[in-house]
């Protein structure tokens, strides 16, 4: 049962005991039903008048699990204490004071990027974002060598899933240079669970780890709920210096809220210090598809994206990559053999904002599978792709690893013999699948699931229904390619996608705009 299912039980129970009729059992309804879509807060134009709900607001504590309300903003109270939370600690962090530190740089700048870089250095905050191709990444590592070079502290660098950190970890030390050899022991790379220990059935907010004397760095901030920023707020000291990166446009969380959208947007309109949009396109190689990803950004549904309507499965299967072992040991293949097939599977990746229903990555992944399989020879080995969907700490497994199965036989089912894949600190490792975690065929993800990750060639699926996801899914998934994008949709609901917006209900930018002298 996910954060919200679990907490949403206790707040349904209360609310059908003490709510019959009247004002409070619509707004009680109203709220319940915000909160599964993941939103934190409902606005009413006019005050609720409710002597039932101003006795829960203004009660002792023992009432306060019921309800909460700021300015014209209602919530449940759990989202209410929560905000709230992630409100004065961010406050906090951003009025806090450390020392500057000078610009060292070993790389080309361009103007934004120098000017972040600068920002970053004598913040105790730093909020950086800008679409894909204008140079996080590259910003991040200058701020990192200058904090190295000019202060004793660690390097804490964070992200939601495994994946977004070896994609990172593979980033910045891929320096033909070696720049951090020498200080390789003063940095860490690793996921939000594997920092904080997160064990099963343990909520995110209670958590308790420090930073100390660091600078962390949070990559893909944009995935992270309201509870994983308590969590990392809180961990925060004096000492500490927090850089959050990422794109606001992209998904919203799984699970509750925006917060990563509305810091950006509460910076962004305050003109704060602490912020820095880049918006200098780096990359030469890929201009089509950062316009397409514009246009979808500034979407009203009266210019829709090029799309087909007719979809030749056939033919996708045959764009997919097939690769094959035909002879030796499949249990002792090198490490270059590996990150090859790794490397063809990158090339192109069907991807859908459904799971289920005939558009869905479930069907999509069974059909792909099925017809793999009637082209698998006797004698090969068909190689496989997987994701690992649940976290599992004794074998440094984290939902969203990728990895490669090697079967060897033409049945539906995968033999507890057989072995998967995984490339662990640039070196191919095998696990039998008889030990995995729960894990998904992955021909086809989800575009929550890709997150973090890039194809060469994407093949995006938009059925009835993707509009529910507003147009930041389709901002997601466009910005995964890094050649060609091909849409497969229909008029109806790619105007209804471009129209809508993903974005959560959340009070938290409007406080901060109504702070004095902030």
Not at 300 to 321: C, K, Q, R, S, Y
Request: a neutral charge; charged letters at 25%.
């Amino acid at each position: 049962m996910s954060i919200k299912q679990g907490s949403i039980e206790f707040e349904k129970t209360i609310a059908d005991l003490v709510s019959q009729d009247g004002n409070e059992k619509a707004l009680f309804q109203e709220l319940l039903q915000a909160y599964l879509e993941g939103h934190l807060c409902i606005e009413k134009a006019e005050k609720i008048e409710s002597p039932f709900i101003e006795n829960i607001r203004l009660g002792q504590k023992r009432f306060e699990t019921l309800i909460g309300r700021w300015d014209n903003l209602y919530y449940l109270q759990r989202s209410y204490v929560v905000e709230t939370k992630i409100f004065d600690l961010l406050k906090s962090i951003m009025g806090a004071h450390v020392k500057p530190l000078d610009i060292q740089a070993f790389q080309p700048l361009n103007r934004g990027q120098k000017e972040a870089v600068k920002k970053a250095l004598k913040s105790a905050f730093f909020c950086l974002t800008g679409g894909p191709g204008t140079g996080k990444t590259h910003t991040i590592v200058s701020i990192i060598y200058s904090y190295l070079y000019g202060s004793r502290g660690s390097v804490v660098i964070l992200a939601p899933t495994g994946k977004a950190a070896t994609v990172l970890k593979k980033r910045i030390f891929h320096d033909e240079l070696n720049t951090f050899a020498s200080c390789a022991d003063r940095i860490e790379i690793t996921t939000l669970h594997k920092y904080f220990a997160l064990r099963p059935g343990v909520d995110p907010v209670w958590l308790k780890r420090g930073l100390g004397d660091s600078l962390c760095i949070v990559d893909e901030a944009s995935m992270i709920d309201t509870d994983w920023w308590v969590a990392l707020l809180s961990a925060v000291s004096p000492q500490t210096r927090l850089v959050v990166c990422g794109d606001p446009h992209q998904l919203p969380p799984v699970e509750i809220g925006s917060v990563f959208f509305e810091i950006c947007k509460a910076l962004k309109f305050l003109d704060r210090v602490c912020f820095k949009e880049l918006t200098s396109c780096m990359r030469t190689d890929n201009k089509e598809i950062l316009s397409l990803a514009e246009k979808i950004k500034k979407g009203n549904g009266h210019d829709p994206i090029a799309f087909e309507t007719d979809l030749d499965w056939e033919e996708v299967m045959m764009t997919l990559p097939l690769p094959k072992i035909l002879e030796g040991d499949h249990k002792n293949i090198s490490t270059a053999v590996v990150k090859a097939f790794f490397k063809q599977f990158m090339h192109v990746r069907i991807l859908s904002p459904l799971k289920k229903g005939p558009w869905g990555t479930n069907l999509i992944n069974k059909k792909t599978f099925e017809f793999m399989r009637r082209r698998f020879q006797e004698g090969e080995t068909l190689v496989v792709p997987i994701m690992v969907v649940k976290n599992d700490a004794s074998l440094g497994l984290s939902n969203g690893d990728l990895g490669l199965v090697f079967k060897t036989d033409n049945s539906l089912e995968f033999a507890p013999d057989e072995v998967c894949f995984f490339i662990r600190e640039g070196a191919a490792i095998s696990i039998p699948l008889a030990l995995l975690p729960a894990y998904e065929i992955s021909y086809a993800l989800s575009v929550h699931k890709s997150q973090g990750s890039e194809f060469e060639h994407v093949l995006l699926l938009l059925p009835p229904g993707s509009e529910n996801f507003g147009r930041e899914v389709a901002y997601t998934a466009v910005t995964r390619a890094k050649k060609s994008v091909r849409v497969i949709s229909d008029e109806e609901t790619v105007k209804a996608v471009l129209s809508n917006s993903g974005v959560r209900n959340s009070g938290l930018s409007l406080r901060f705009s109504k702070l004095d002298n902030f």
